[in-house]
């Protein structure tokens, strides 16, 4: 979807990365580092400075307490946080819950890991059919992967919603691997839960973050896991073996990032409300099914009305009216052709020019 909006000079609402720049700060932090030679490898589970800020912030935040040294591996982004995570605790053979919608690679992660993923959906608002969860759960099953705040859906998991997964996670003796790099942005007064917080459960979980979304840096891939001394033993050996380590001068900066006041998270979380509200309207006002998200930076929209599938609409709106979003299909094993994901991680005059050629949808 980027290449064709590159192709027809269309508004990408597709691709979630910002078009607008990151903290001053953490620039300045990136250059010292370069200037300062710090361009070669830091240890491989990533720079101890980076590590004591993350446990930091994690204790303070999440409600969670690692040692630096035995439960914390910087990766490179959260995407390899994942694939490693999974590599770590996987063996051939067994079953990954993949809840969908999901975010593109969880699938492929889980095949890519010799694992069978069986998929569990989420009701039409997003909410939890117990029962069915219950029944995805079984004596193949080795993990489960979730994403709070989600992608695509904007949902954000409730702490009841969670202490049920958790439930079935102790019950089955299964691992939780939960995706959390929109941790910071959550709408209407709602808080994040770390399922690794919860009772019985930091044990048996792989906690994954990244600095791309919080901090506006998706292009610098730096990410973590944190995990358990003896999940994390694993995941640091495929770690090593699949990357080395993250770049050690962007882990620097990063450290920086960890240092910035309690009012960035606040002022970020304002910004991209207003933002959300923005593409909200414009989509709604030409046409679109959709309802605003609680967390993350997409809109999840139904294009039932519109009379073709997800991809077929997704090409007709670059060409037509210069917006390109990502076909729900992605999103799902199978299904989702009724289905479009916008971000709206772009500046808000970006978004203004994107509801503006919204209007000419025909």
């Avoid at 980027?2 to 910002?18: D, E, I, S, Y």
């Avoid at 993350?54 to 409600?63: A, D, F, L, M, P």
């Avoid at 994942?82 to 975010?103: K, N």
């Amino acid at each position: 979807m980027t290449r064709l909006a590159l192709k027809h000079g269309a508004v990408n609402l597709a691709q979630g990365f910002p078009d607008f720049p990151c903290p001053e700060e953490l620039k300045v932090a990136a250059c010292e580092a370069v200037n300062a030679d710090i361009n070669q490898y830091a240890i491989t589970w990533g720079a101890k400075d980076l590590r004591e800020a993350i446990q930091k912030r994690v204790k303070t935040y999440n409600g969670m307490d690692f040692n630096p040294e035995t439960g914390i591996t910087v990766t490179c982004g959260s995407t390899e946080a994942m694939l490693a995570s999974l590599l770590a605790v996987i063996s051939p053979g067994e079953e990954v819950i993949v809840p969908e919608p999901f975010y593109e690679n969880y699938g492929p992660d889980a095949i890519l890991s010799g694992a069978a993923p069986r998929h569990v959906s989420l009701t039409d608002d997003f909410s939890i059919d117990e029962e069915a969860w219950k029944k995805v759960f079984s004596n193949k099953t080795k993990a489960i992967i979730l994403n709070t705040p989600n992608n695509p859906t904007g949902k954000v998991f409730t702490k009841k919603e969670l202490s049920f997964i958790a439930d079935l996670c102790i019950d089955h003796n299964v691992i939780a691997i939960t995706d959390e790099i929109y941790v910071h942005i959550l709408y209407d007064g709602r808080q994040h839960v770390s399922i690794g917080s919860l009772n019985g459960m930091q044990d048996r979980t792989i906690t994954i973050g990244s600095f791309s979304k919080t901090y506006s840096v998706t292009g610098w891939r730096v990410g973590y896991a944190l995990a358990d001394p003896d999940l994390t033993t694993r995941i640091r050996k495929i770690h090593d073996f699949l990357t080395v380590g993250a770049p050690a001068p962007l882990q620097h900066a990063c450290t920086a990032a960890l240092h910035l006041p309690e009012s960035y998270y606040q002022k970020l979380a304002t910004d991209y409300d207003r933002k959300r509200k923005i593409l909200y309207k414009g989509l709604r006002d030409a046409g679109f099914a959709c309802e605003l998200p609680q967390g993350a930076y997409y809109i999840f929209t139904d294009i039932s009305e519109f009379g073709k599938n997800d991809v077929e609409f997704a090409r007709h709106l670059i060409e037509t009216t210069g917006v390109a979003a990502v076909p729900g299909s992605s999103f799902y094993h199978e299904g989702g052709e009724t289905k479009l994901r916008f971000t709206f991680s772009k500046r808000d005059e970006t978004l203004h020019d994107a509801c503006r050629r919204l209007e000419q949808l025909s």
